[in-house]
């Protein structure tokens, strides 16, 4: 199989014992492409160092995580913008509105999400979107930003069929689908058959989200079969079916082919 993990942190400190084994056992498990979004100005710095150690196989993203939007968010987001215009970045990401934790700075977490949304009209760019119980106020954004010009991935989906609707009615997003699928109370075996497979990409989001076997422990790319093989069963088609499609939803949205020919 050939297999995309769209959204992995593999450059956070949890990898630098081992990093090249984790690499060696993604690519032996078929991943040829591992995208690589940002999370705030300290971790841009390791991200380059990883995309720059294995040019081609991480492709980095530039963005500013909603969980760490400050008060200060407007200089954050100058920073970010730098590094965005100074390099060839594949997305804006991770980005968007989270109010699980705190929902305190939900308006400057809002603001801040439409002005990336704004960077990524301007320079072209697909967004990956971070929405933890704020896909509804994600989707408003986009609604306001303007979604035909628009287009990205929901990431780490795990909503409900009414919160699927909405993503699906914006005709240029898909829904990024990691080990939480295979987790028992997740709902998404329900869930998931009202999403047309052409809809969904692949991600792990290292080194969080580990699927069944490795629930609670540490996540890396290689797993991604995992979510494969849960997937091929609820869609009853073989493990090679969603692995071909998901690799051609990829592409088709961050356009991979394209980038890896140009830089």
Request: charge should be negative; proline fraction near 5%; include cysteine.
């Amino acid at each position: 199989m050939k297999l995309v993990d769209t959204h992995a942190h593999l450059y956070d400190d949890q990898f630098v014992d081992d990093i090249e084994r984790v690499i060696e056992r993604a690519k032996e498990a078929g991943i040829e492409t591992i995208l690589l979004p940002n999370i705030d100005e300290e971790s841009v710095k390791p991200l380059k160092q990883l995309m720059d150690s294995v040019p081609n196989f991480f492709i980095p993203m530039m963005g500013l995580h909603p969980t760490s939007v400050t008060s200060e968010w407007e200089n954050q987001l100058s920073y970010i913008y730098e590094e965005l215009r100074n390099r060839n970045y594949i997305a804006v990401g991770e980005i968007g509105i989270d109010l699980y934790w705190d929902q305190s700075l939900k308006n400057e977490q809002i603001r801040a999400f439409e002005t990336q949304l704004q960077w990524s009209k301007e320079n072209n760019l697909p967004v990956a979107i971070h929405s933890r119980n704020a896909i509804i106020e994600c989707v408003e954004s986009i609604n306001r930003v303007g979604p035909s010009s628009l287009r990205g991935v929901f990431h780490s989906f795990g909503g409900s069929v009414e919160e699927l609707d909405s993503i699906l009615a914006l005709e240029n997003f898909y829904v990024g689908i990691n080990g939480v699928v295979t987790y028992k109370n997740s709902g998404l075996s329900k869930v998931l058959p009202q999403c047309p497979k052409e809809k969904i990409v692949l991600e792990t989001d290292s080194p969080y989200l580990s699927p069944v076997p490795y629930r609670g422990k540490r996540n890396e790319s290689s797993y991604l079969s995992k979510i494969v093989s849960k997937l091929a069963e609820i869609y009853e088609v073989k493990d090679q079916v969603i692995a071909d499609i998901t690799t051609k939803n990829a592409n088709d949205l961050f356009g991979i082919t394209d980038w890896k020919e140009f830089n």
